[in-house]
């Protein structure tokens, strides 16, 4: 017999969301150990013209793109875990 139904693994979504957070704050962490390294070590021996330039360079790539990066993927998270895994779950009730 035919059944139109649909049926959702609510908790492995849920447990997927959880590791979409933790691997963003692992992000976040390189974040900080890549400036750390750019501005402790590098920023230290690349006292040229064009070392100052390009450390500049790395952190406007680390302030802006990554920062923008991990911004975006918490935003996306955060609406799936806030608006996706609810509606799933009225359907998964209906």
Known sequence: MARDSLDFDIPS???DVEVMVSLNQ???N???QFS???N???ASEWTTAKGE?????LND???TDFQSYIDYLKERTNQF???VVPRLEKIDNA
């Open 13 to 15: 979504i849920k447990r």
């Open 26 to 28: 692992d992000n976040s």
């Open 30 to 32: 390189v974040k900080a």
């Open 36 to 38: 750390e390294y750019v």
């Open 40 to 42: 402790g070590k590098l």
């Open 53 to 57: 330039e390009t450390i500049k360079k």
């Open 61 to 63: 790539f680390i302030e």
């Open 81 to 83: 875990s806030d608006e």
